[in-house]
């Protein structure tokens, strides 16, 4: 059974940081690609982060710059590493996993899912 964990998450103020964590059992990270995802109230879930088996990141234009995704394979663990954040990124976080992947970014490609962290950014 595949499980994904998010950690990480709380409340900062503007301009601070957070890093999130993605522990992932039953499924080996350094394979397909692996995302972090967001979706704020009232609004679509959107993709922030990517990474595929080869490295290769994707970035949402409104990160870029301010975040960077990591993996650890050894540690079956991909990272969000967030700068600079703005009240914009409020929204709970979610870690997903594609096995397959052709396009990084699509969401549609991501079979497995973690429950979500909650990222809060006030001034």
């Known amino acids: 059974q595949v499980q994904l964990v998010e950690s990480g998450g709380g409340s900062v103020q503007t301009g601070g940081s957070l890093r999130l964590s993605c522990a992932a059992s039953?499924?080996?990270?350094?394979?397909?690609?692996m995302g972090w995802f967001r979706q704020a109230p009232g609004k679509q879930r959107e993709g922030v982060a990517h990474v595929n088996s080869g490295g290769t990141t994707r970035y949402a234009d409104s990160v870029k710059g301010r975040f960077t995704i990591s993996k650890d394979n050894a540690k079956n663990t991909l990272y969000l590493e967030m700068n600079s954040l703005k009240s914009e990124d409020t929204a709970m976080y979610y870690c997903?996993?594609?096995?397959?992947?052709?396009?990084?970014?699509?969401?549609?490609?991501?079979?497995?899912w973690g429950q979500g962290t909650q990222v809060t950014v006030s001034s």
């Open positions: 039953g499924y080996t990270i350094s394979t397909g690609c």
């Open positions: 997903a996993a594609a096995p397959f992947c052709w396009f990084m970014t699509s969401e549609r490609e991501y079979r497995y």
